[in-house]
């Protein structure tokens, strides 16, 4: 009688190898975590998607040590401006080429399959990482001691199955993991046919412009975007008549671009009407299972933020996953991913649909009241990134759940670099240090105004002694005396295990 082996192991199954997915393993490959990525494709969608992400992403790519090989396939976005039918400025979100605190630059262009090859391509450096494309996922059975994961080899018809820890949902809006949760989701409202179209130039049209345009028309509300090298895209509202086959015709494609372009001037790459949606899954975990990226939340793209927000959902999961795989801490540390990154993305979302509101000419005023109104010149948009929502900060006390920034160190390396996938501690001096800090602590690197000049003037200008910031970049917590310092050391010093939601 033959024996059947038992399925392999893995620490964290991730379902979906796009962004976020690819991101999450890269992240997991870096804690030590025994990972296996299944993937439905064969290979990386060679057609644009997302093309814009911010500093706080390219600090993730830098985390991971992918950041240098990023860098070739981008380039720097000024902004935004949104005019109306007449061509006036209505809102002016430009973007500074100044290097922001998280040490990159605010707004990236990029092309996703070139991104996604970086991020895959990366997973080649983690031995105890494993990617199998053409494997579709068909069921996951939970018990008290893992997931039972079976999938189809769509190359031979074979069927696998393997045991995980945990499984993430990187599967995109149609999330199966999703649907094993069961969860739910939050409709915030927006709903829009757009046809998105993408360009290649055939010859210069410098006249386009590097700004990204909305263009606030009530008769058919538009978006321009200048990709890498010579893509363009353009983005145009599907009226409530119009058959979404029909508008996506070549001839239809070429009478709406007709006012920017003709075919003398570029080849159609593609043509496709999205409905964008305003969404959040009520559920992003259900026992062992998660959720990151389009399967937990999806929101209009008006602000560039879809990608990015997945890209925070693998920062705040995969440590957490490190931590109570690697480390022992407890599993209801799991506990706060949803609690922290939900109203962190719904904020987003919200603003999104605001703008929106001034795009498809609603809602104008009430979407211009986001910015700054100022004399005799249009209102100006800046956009200050959510905190964190409650989880794991230590309440109460000044930064938490803020971003830290990254400090350049005094031999001209970015800080991130020096103190690695861990928490930092940030102070004054080494002198502050307690003794028994000396010797700095299992997972915890120490960062000092010696090393880096910017430390000492930013806790300073806060008012506070130290900081510790967590691996995701986040403040945890921060000290304006002695015993809060003592506080903040506890609260990562082994054996001291760490909390769940505060």
């Known amino acids: 009688?033959?024996?059947?082996?038992?399925?392999?192991?893995?620490?964290?199954?991730?379902?979906?190898?796009?962004?976020?997915?690819?991101?999450?393993?890269?992240?997991?490959?870096?804690?030590?975590?025994?990972?296996?990525?299944?993937?439905?494709?064969?290979?990386?969608?060679h057609l644009p998607r997302a093309v814009h992400f911010d500093d706080e992403c390219m600090r993730v790519f830098q985390t991971i040590g992918l950041a240098d090989a990023i860098l070739p396939h981008v380039i720097l976005s000024p902004g935004m401006l949104f005019l109306d039918a007449g061509g006036r400025m209505l809102l002016d979100?430009?973007?500074?080429?100044?290097?922001?605190?998280?040490?990159?630059n605010l707004s990236y262009r990029f092309h996703q399959p070139d991104l996604e090859d970086v991020l895959i391509h990366g997973l080649a450096r983690w031995p105890h990482v494993t990617l199998r494309n053409r494997c579709d996922?068909?069921?996951?059975d939970q018990d008290e001691t893992g997931v039972r994961v079976r999938y189809e080899d769509l190359a031979n018809g074979t069927l696998g199955e393997v045991r995980a820890g945990y499984v993430v949902g990187c599967d995109g809006a149609r999330s199966l993991v999703r649907r094993f949760i069961g969860s739910g989701m939050d409709d915030l409202g927006f709903h829009e046919r757009w046809l998105v179209i993408d360009v290649l130039l055939k010859r210069d049209r410098d006249d386009l412009g590097d700004y990204s345009i909305q263009h606030c028309d009530p008769r058919r509300p538009a978006t321009y975007v200048r990709g890498t090298g010579t893509r363009r895209r353009w983005e145009i509202t599907v009226l409530p008549d119009e058959d979404s086959q029909d508008v996506a015709q070549p001839a239809k494609?070429?009478?709406?671009?007709?006012?920017?372009i003709t075919p003398d001037d570029a080849e159609i790459e593609r043509?496709?009407?999205?409905?964008?949606?305003?969404?959040?899954?009520?559920?992003?975990?259900?026992?062992?299972?998660?959720?990151?990226?389009?399967?937990?939340?999806?929101?209009?793209?008006?602000?560039?933020?879809?990608?990015?927000?997945?890209?925070?959902?693998?920062?705040?999961?995969?440590?957490?996953l490190g931590a109570i795989i690697r480390d022992g801490a407890a599993p209801d540390l799991l506990e706060t991913y949803q609690s922290e990154r939900q109203p962190h993305v719904r904020e987003f979302i919200e603003l999104a649909i605001r703008l929106g509101?001034?795009?498809?000419?609603?809602?104008?005023?009430?979407?211009?009241?986001?910015?700054?109104?100022r004399d005799n010149a249009p209102v100006k948009l800046e956009v200050k990134k959510p905190l964190l929502g409650p989880g794991l900060a230590l309440g109460g006390l000044p930064l938490a759940g803020h971003l830290a920034p990254q400090f350049e160190l005094n031999d001209g390396r970015r800080s991130d670099d020096r103190t690695g996938y861990s928490h930092v501690l940030l102070i004054e001096s080494a002198a502050a240090?307690?003794?028994?800090?000396?010797?700095?602590?299992?997972?915890?690197?120490?960062?000092?105004?010696d090393e880096a000049q910017g430390v000492g003037h930013w806790l300073r200008e806060h008012g506070i002694i130290a900081a510790l910031v967590r691996p995701d970049r986040y403040v945890r917590g921060t000290a304006r005396n002695d015993s809060e310092f003592e506080r903040l050391v506890a609260a990562v010093t082994p054996p001291t295990r760490v909390p769940s939601a505060a």
């Open 433 to 449: 240090l307690p003794s028994r800090l000396v010797s700095s602590p299992a997972g915890i690197a120490i960062l000092t105004g």
């Open 137 to 140: 996922v068909f069921a996951l």
């Open 271 to 320: 043509a496709a009407v999205y409905t964008f949606h305003s969404v959040i899954a009520q559920q992003w975990r259900g026992g062992r299972l998660l959720l990151a990226g389009d399967s937990a939340h999806q929101t209009p793209p008006f602000l560039g933020q879809g990608m990015c927000a997945g890209i925070r959902d693998a920062a705040n999961l995969a440590w957490k």
């Open 93 to 104: 979100w430009s973007r500074p080429q100044t290097l922001t605190p998280m040490g990159w």
């Open 253 to 260: 494609v070429w009478e709406l671009l007709s006012r920017w």
């Open 357 to 373: 509101g001034i795009i498809n000419t609603k809602a104008i005023e009430a979407g211009l009241a986001a910015g700054e109104a």
């Open 1 to 45: 009688m033959q024996h059947k082996s038992p399925p392999e192991e893995f620490d964290v199954v991730i379902v979906g190898r796009g962004p976020v997915g690819a991101t999450l393993a890269n992240l997991l490959g870096l804690c030590g975590v025994r990972t296996l990525v299944l993937e439905r494709e064969a290979r990386t969608y």
